[in-house]
């Protein structure tokens, strides 16, 4: 193709010399010596086998061919400019669209606040939210469709680098109906609590197992009456009394249901979930990326008490 022997500069070049009917004030324009102002346009000249510019009377004049070319890359070099133009200041304001995923329980309850204050200050910013879980997250990352995303802990590939960003405090507890009708404290052990009936986020159990293995170093079955990928309904089933499960203390303190719960002590050392910004390492941020999570993780220090 012509476009392949024929470079960007070349025709600016072109477009030059066609506005300022100069050669001479387009290599000043230019930056360039007038040699090669004059050797870009011949080399133009002999990959398009036609002749741009005459030289009469010392002047020179354009060739059809050198107008019916400037009236069809003119209109395009200029666009391109102002496209390059947008994209520079777009690095340098806060303005554009950010992509991120994020769990639903701590996206809804802490994520999506702090944006919402955020985004009210930056009204050129505009985002889309994928909500789902830290492994299904990972594809969008790989494929740039995320720009980053808010995950719980996971072993990703060497390819993706984590930050934590906030932790939340994982407890066991149980309605104070069911607690009684099982003969169950704060203090219930290990055998007290392996064969009662648990609400679990998600079908394997991971995050009963996981408090079990922390809290006794103990592995467990857990007998399960309801799984589902959501924490407020985990909630729900606990407060009704169906059976024992796993929630942030943040969910059991912001729903205020310290009250209908009591929560085992397990050991003293409470078990956390890290909350973790997940990106590709290498990938260039935009400024508007690269604000919104200054300021985020800012927040979150605040709230969470990190240092």
Not at 73 to 88: F, K, R, T
Not at 157 to 176: F, G, H, Y
């Amino acid at each position: 193709m012509l476009i392949d022997q024929i470079t960007l500069s070349g025709l600016r070049i072109f477009e030059s010399v066609y506005r300022l009917g100069s050669m001479s004030e387009a290599a000043k324009e230019l930056f360039l010596t007038q040699p090669g102002v004059s050797q870009h346009i011949k080399q133009i000249e002999l990959t398009l086998n036609a002749k741009l510019f005459d030289r009469l009377a010392k002047k020179l004049i354009p060739t059809s061919e050198a107008k019916a070319l400037y009236s069809q890359i003119s209109p395009i070099l200029y666009q391109l400019e102002n496209s390059l133009s947008e994209v520079n200041r777009s690095q340098r304001s806060i303005k554009g669209k950010i992509s991120f995923g994020m769990p639903i329980e701590f996206g809804n309850n802490i994520i999506l606040p702090l944006l919402s204050t955020w985004a009210k200050a930056n009204h050129d910013v505009y985002f889309h939210i994928n909500y789902d879980h830290a492994q299904r997250q990972l594809a969008g990352l790989l494929d740039g469709s995320l720009d980053f995303a808010i995950t719980d802990s996971f072993a990703f590939p060497d390819q993706i680098e984590t930050i934590n960003l906030a932790r939340e405090n994982l407890v066991l507890c149980a309605s104070k109906e069911y607690a009684k009708e099982n003969n169950l404290n704060e203090s219930s052990k290990y055998k007290q609590l392996k064969d009662l009936d648990y609400i679990t986020y998600l079908e394997d159990a991971t995050i009963v197992k996981q408090w079990f293995n922390f809290h006794f170093e103990k592995s467990i079955e857990p007998n399960k009456r309801v799984s589902l990928m959501d924490v407020q309904g985990v909630s729900r089933f606990i407060v009704q009394g169906l059976g024992v499960g796993v929630l942030p203390m943040h969910i059991v303190r912001e729903k205020g249901l310290e009250k209908d719960l009591i929560i085992f002590n397990g050991k003293s050392q409470p078990l956390y979930n890290e909350i973790n910004l997940s990106t590709v390492k290498g990938k260039t941020m935009s400024m508007a990326c690269q604000t919104f999570l200054r300021d985020l993780n800012e927040s979150l220090k605040l709230r969470f008490g990190k240092k």
